[in-house]
Protein backbone atom coordinates (compact mmCIF):
# COMPACT_ATOMS: atom_id res chain seq x y z
CA UNK A 1 0.00 0.00 0.00
CA UNK A 2 1.37 3.21 -0.92
CA UNK A 3 2.13 5.70 2.06
CA UNK A 4 1.00 9.02 1.84
CA UNK A 5 2.52 12.18 3.33
CA UNK A 6 2.10 16.05 4.36
CA UNK A 7 2.43 18.81 2.18
CA UNK A 8 6.16 20.66 2.79
CA UNK A 9 6.20 24.66 2.86
CA UNK A 10 9.43 26.14 3.10
CA UNK A 11 10.84 29.89 3.60
CA UNK A 12 13.77 31.26 4.66
CA UNK A 13 11.94 33.13 7.61
CA UNK A 14 8.31 34.03 8.31
CA UNK A 15 7.06 35.16 5.43
CA UNK A 16 5.86 32.05 4.33
CA UNK A 17 3.70 31.21 6.90
CA UNK A 18 1.59 33.66 4.96
CA UNK A 19 1.15 31.46 1.89
CA UNK A 20 0.82 28.04 4.37
CA UNK A 21 -2.00 30.43 5.72
CA UNK A 22 -3.98 30.72 2.05
CA UNK A 23 -2.69 26.84 1.36
CA UNK A 24 -4.51 25.47 4.93
CA UNK A 25 -7.55 27.60 4.02
CA UNK A 26 -7.94 26.40 -0.03
CA UNK A 27 -6.91 22.78 1.29
CA UNK A 28 -8.21 22.58 4.46
CA UNK A 29 -8.04 19.01 4.75
CA UNK A 30 -4.43 18.46 4.08
CA UNK A 31 -1.63 17.86 6.03
CA UNK A 32 1.28 20.74 6.04
CA UNK A 33 4.75 20.44 7.15
CA UNK A 34 6.23 24.13 7.62
CA UNK A 35 10.36 24.45 7.87
CA UNK A 36 11.49 27.97 8.56
CA UNK A 37 15.12 28.56 8.30
CA UNK A 38 15.20 31.51 10.47
CA UNK A 39 18.38 30.84 12.31
CA UNK A 40 20.01 31.72 8.88
CA UNK A 41 17.81 34.07 7.60
CA UNK A 42 17.46 36.55 5.50
CA UNK A 43 18.18 35.00 2.14
CA UNK A 44 17.81 38.37 0.33
CA UNK A 45 21.52 39.03 0.16
CA UNK A 46 22.70 36.34 -0.23
CA UNK A 47 24.77 34.63 -3.53
CA UNK A 48 22.86 32.25 -5.81
CA UNK A 49 25.45 29.29 -4.27
CA UNK A 50 24.70 29.77 -0.74
CA UNK A 51 20.85 30.16 -1.06
CA UNK A 52 21.20 27.15 -3.73
CA UNK A 53 22.79 25.05 -0.71
CA UNK A 54 20.45 25.94 1.99
CA UNK A 55 17.23 25.70 -0.15
CA UNK A 56 18.50 22.14 -1.20
CA UNK A 57 19.08 20.83 2.57
CA UNK A 58 15.45 22.75 3.62
CA UNK A 59 13.61 19.80 0.52
CA UNK A 60 16.03 16.79 1.65
CA UNK A 61 14.80 17.42 5.38
CA UNK A 62 10.68 17.85 4.57
CA UNK A 63 11.20 14.81 1.89
CA UNK A 64 12.98 12.68 5.18
CA UNK A 65 9.72 14.03 6.83
CA UNK A 66 8.04 12.30 4.25
CA UNK A 67 6.78 14.98 2.02
CA UNK A 68 6.28 13.62 -1.54
CA UNK A 69 5.36 17.53 -2.44
CA UNK A 70 7.17 20.44 -1.55
CA UNK A 71 6.75 24.37 -2.34
CA UNK A 72 9.31 26.61 -1.61
CA UNK A 73 7.27 29.62 -0.09
CA UNK A 74 10.15 31.98 -1.04
CA UNK A 75 11.08 34.17 -3.59
CA UNK A 76 14.68 34.09 -3.54
CA UNK A 77 15.10 30.65 -2.88
CA UNK A 78 12.38 30.27 -5.94
CA UNK A 79 14.62 32.56 -8.49
CA UNK A 80 18.17 31.20 -7.37
CA UNK A 81 17.31 27.61 -6.18
CA UNK A 82 14.07 25.85 -7.69
CA UNK A 83 15.09 25.43 -11.03
CA UNK A 84 18.33 23.89 -10.13
CA UNK A 85 16.69 21.22 -7.82
CA UNK A 86 13.91 20.55 -10.12
CA UNK A 87 16.85 19.71 -12.98
CA UNK A 88 19.97 18.42 -11.31
CA UNK A 89 18.62 17.39 -7.76
CA UNK A 90 15.22 15.80 -7.91
CA UNK A 91 16.31 12.89 -10.68
CA UNK A 92 18.77 11.66 -8.41
CA UNK A 93 16.80 12.74 -4.35
CA UNK A 94 13.38 11.49 -4.92
CA UNK A 95 12.18 11.45 -8.88
CA UNK A 96 8.73 10.66 -8.40
CA UNK A 97 8.87 14.00 -5.74
CA UNK A 98 7.94 17.39 -6.77
CA UNK A 99 9.37 20.66 -5.50
CA UNK A 100 7.17 23.95 -7.10
CA UNK A 101 8.25 27.67 -6.63
CA UNK A 102 5.90 31.09 -6.30
CA UNK A 103 7.57 32.88 -9.23
CA UNK A 104 5.49 31.13 -12.25
CA UNK A 105 2.15 31.30 -10.46
CA UNK A 106 2.34 34.84 -9.79
CA UNK A 107 3.93 35.99 -12.83
CA UNK A 108 0.68 34.30 -14.88
CA UNK A 109 -1.78 36.16 -11.98
CA UNK A 110 -0.02 39.15 -12.41
CA UNK A 111 0.13 39.55 -16.44
CA UNK A 112 -4.23 39.20 -15.80
CA UNK A 113 -4.45 41.74 -13.42
CA UNK A 114 -2.93 44.69 -15.20
CA UNK A 115 -5.11 47.24 -17.60
CA UNK A 116 -2.36 49.38 -18.27
CA UNK A 117 0.15 46.85 -18.97
CA UNK A 118 2.71 48.06 -16.40
CA UNK A 119 3.59 46.14 -13.16
CA UNK A 120 5.30 46.64 -10.37
CA UNK A 121 7.39 43.98 -8.30
CA UNK A 122 8.59 44.65 -4.85
CA UNK A 123 10.95 42.33 -3.83
CA UNK A 124 14.07 41.41 -2.02
CA UNK A 125 16.94 42.19 -3.07
CA UNK A 126 17.94 38.66 -4.37
CA UNK A 127 14.88 38.58 -5.98
CA UNK A 128 14.94 41.68 -7.84
CA UNK A 129 18.70 41.43 -8.88
CA UNK A 130 17.64 37.60 -10.35
CA UNK A 131 15.39 39.25 -12.63
CA UNK A 132 13.02 36.30 -12.37
CA UNK A 133 9.96 37.98 -12.48
CA UNK A 134 11.14 39.91 -15.91
CA UNK A 135 12.50 36.67 -17.75
CA UNK A 136 9.15 34.81 -16.49
CA UNK A 137 6.83 37.41 -17.71
CA UNK A 138 8.73 37.66 -20.84
CA UNK A 139 7.66 34.18 -22.23
CA UNK A 140 4.26 34.62 -22.03
CA UNK A 141 3.45 38.38 -22.08
CA UNK A 142 6.35 39.74 -23.83
CA UNK A 143 4.32 43.30 -24.46
CA UNK A 144 3.79 43.81 -20.64
CA UNK A 145 6.52 46.46 -19.34
CA UNK A 146 8.07 45.67 -16.00
CA UNK A 147 9.26 48.01 -13.59
CA UNK A 148 10.89 46.12 -9.88
CA UNK A 149 12.60 47.95 -6.51
CA UNK A 150 14.33 46.45 -3.79
CA UNK A 151 12.90 47.25 -0.03
CA UNK A 152 15.51 45.77 1.52
CA UNK A 153 14.82 47.50 4.74
CA UNK A 154 10.52 45.29 4.88
CA UNK A 155 11.54 42.08 6.22
CA UNK A 156 13.48 43.23 9.52
CA UNK A 157 10.58 46.11 9.71
CA UNK A 158 8.01 43.57 9.94
CA UNK A 159 9.73 40.88 11.36
CA UNK A 160 10.41 43.51 14.51
CA UNK A 161 6.64 45.03 14.51
CA UNK A 162 8.07 48.25 13.53
CA UNK A 163 6.27 48.84 9.78
CA UNK A 164 3.29 50.76 11.84
CA UNK A 165 5.59 53.38 13.49
CA UNK A 166 6.38 56.80 12.25
CA UNK A 167 10.44 55.20 10.95
CA UNK A 168 8.65 52.36 9.25
CA UNK A 169 6.09 53.82 7.40
CA UNK A 170 8.90 56.51 6.13
CA UNK A 171 10.65 53.62 4.57
CA UNK A 172 7.74 51.95 3.14
CA UNK A 173 6.42 55.58 1.41
CA UNK A 174 9.83 56.12 -0.07
CA UNK A 175 10.04 52.92 -1.28
CA UNK A 176 6.78 52.92 -3.53
CA UNK A 177 7.81 56.53 -4.35
CA UNK A 178 10.70 54.78 -6.13
CA UNK A 179 8.73 52.06 -7.64
CA UNK A 180 5.98 54.83 -8.87
CA UNK A 181 7.97 57.24 -10.05
CA UNK A 182 9.80 54.46 -12.74
CA UNK A 183 6.04 54.71 -14.34
CA UNK A 184 3.19 56.81 -13.51
CA UNK A 185 1.04 54.01 -15.62
CA UNK A 186 1.71 51.13 -13.13
CA UNK A 187 -1.80 49.76 -11.98
CA UNK A 188 -0.75 46.42 -10.44
CA UNK A 189 1.86 45.54 -7.79
CA UNK A 190 2.85 42.04 -7.05
CA UNK A 191 4.16 42.06 -3.50
CA UNK A 192 7.18 39.50 -4.51
CA UNK A 193 7.70 38.67 -1.19
CA UNK A 194 5.94 36.67 1.16
CA UNK A 195 6.22 38.96 4.47
CA UNK A 196 4.96 41.73 2.32
CA UNK A 197 1.16 40.73 2.23
CA UNK A 198 1.24 42.55 5.95
CA UNK A 199 1.76 45.75 4.04
CA UNK A 200 -1.06 45.32 2.13
CA UNK A 201 -3.48 47.17 3.40
CA UNK A 202 -0.38 50.37 4.55
CA UNK A 203 0.61 50.17 0.37
CA UNK A 204 -2.94 50.53 -1.09
CA UNK A 205 -3.40 53.51 0.68
CA UNK A 206 -0.16 54.93 -0.10
CA UNK A 207 -0.62 54.19 -3.84
CA UNK A 208 -4.37 54.75 -4.14
CA UNK A 209 -7.37 52.97 -5.37
CA UNK A 210 -6.41 52.68 -8.69
CA UNK A 211 -3.48 50.69 -8.23
CA UNK A 212 -3.97 47.20 -7.74
CA UNK A 213 -1.80 45.37 -4.40
CA UNK A 214 -1.46 41.65 -5.30
CA UNK A 215 -0.06 39.03 -2.29
CA UNK A 216 1.28 35.26 -3.39
CA UNK A 217 -0.36 33.24 -0.78
CA UNK A 218 -3.88 33.21 -2.22
CA UNK A 219 -2.70 33.18 -5.96
CA UNK A 220 -0.12 29.70 -4.49
CA UNK A 221 -2.89 28.34 -3.45
CA UNK A 222 -5.57 28.15 -5.80
CA UNK A 223 -2.44 27.28 -8.37
CA UNK A 224 -1.80 24.56 -5.77
CA UNK A 225 -5.46 23.38 -6.28
CA UNK A 226 -5.87 23.78 -9.54
CA UNK A 227 -2.15 21.49 -9.71
CA UNK A 228 -3.25 18.79 -7.84
CA UNK A 229 -6.95 18.49 -9.54
CA UNK A 230 -5.01 18.18 -12.96
CA UNK A 231 -2.16 15.74 -10.90
CA UNK A 232 -4.44 13.02 -9.03
CA UNK A 233 -1.42 10.78 -8.39
CA UNK A 234 -0.14 13.33 -6.74
CA UNK A 235 -2.93 14.47 -4.74
CA UNK A 236 -3.44 10.46 -3.88
CA UNK A 237 0.42 10.72 -2.30
CA UNK A 238 -0.52 13.56 -0.19
CA UNK A 239 -2.10 12.76 3.95
CA UNK A 240 -5.52 14.38 4.87
CA UNK A 241 -6.32 14.86 8.14
CA UNK A 242 -6.38 18.86 8.59
CA UNK A 243 -2.59 18.57 10.20
CA UNK A 244 0.18 21.13 10.65
CA UNK A 245 3.12 20.78 12.17
CA UNK A 246 5.90 23.37 12.52
CA UNK A 247 9.75 23.11 12.17
CA UNK A 248 12.39 25.87 12.93
CA UNK A 249 16.17 25.91 12.80
CA UNK A 250 15.03 29.21 15.28
CA UNK A 251 14.80 28.36 19.37
CA UNK A 252 11.13 27.49 19.25
CA UNK A 253 10.36 30.11 21.73
CA UNK A 254 11.82 32.76 19.23
CA UNK A 255 9.75 31.10 16.33
CA UNK A 256 6.45 30.69 18.10
CA UNK A 257 6.48 34.27 19.03
CA UNK A 258 7.04 35.85 15.46
CA UNK A 259 5.04 32.92 14.04
CA UNK A 260 2.02 33.92 15.57
CA UNK A 261 2.18 37.61 14.96
CA UNK A 262 2.05 36.37 11.46
CA UNK A 263 -1.24 33.82 11.92
CA UNK A 264 -2.66 35.06 14.30
CA UNK A 265 -3.08 31.73 16.36
CA UNK A 266 -0.67 30.02 18.98
CA UNK A 267 2.17 27.87 17.49
CA UNK A 268 4.19 25.17 18.81
CA UNK A 269 7.13 24.22 16.96
CA UNK A 270 10.03 22.12 16.91
CA UNK A 271 13.49 22.92 16.56
CA UNK A 272 15.64 21.23 13.25
CA UNK A 273 19.38 22.55 13.12
CA UNK A 274 21.90 21.46 10.15
Known amino acids: ?29 HDFIYFGDNARAPYGNRSFD ?31 ALRTIQQKDLPQLAPNNRVLGVIRPSAEVLKESTKSGCVGILGTN ?6 SYPIELQKFA ?12 WVPLIENQKHLHSAGEQFIAEDL ?64 NGSVTYFSSETPVVFNEKAGYFLGTKVEARHHSF
Open 1 to 29: MQTTGPIGVFDSGYGGLTVLKALRKKLPN
Open 50 to 80: VVYEFTLEAVKFLFEQGCPLVILACNTASAK
Open 126 to 131: GTINSN
Open 142 to 153: PNLKVFQHACPM
Open 177 to 240: AVLMAQQREIDSILLACTHYPVLKKQIEKIVGPNVKVVPQGPIVAKKLQAYLQAHTEMNNRLSK
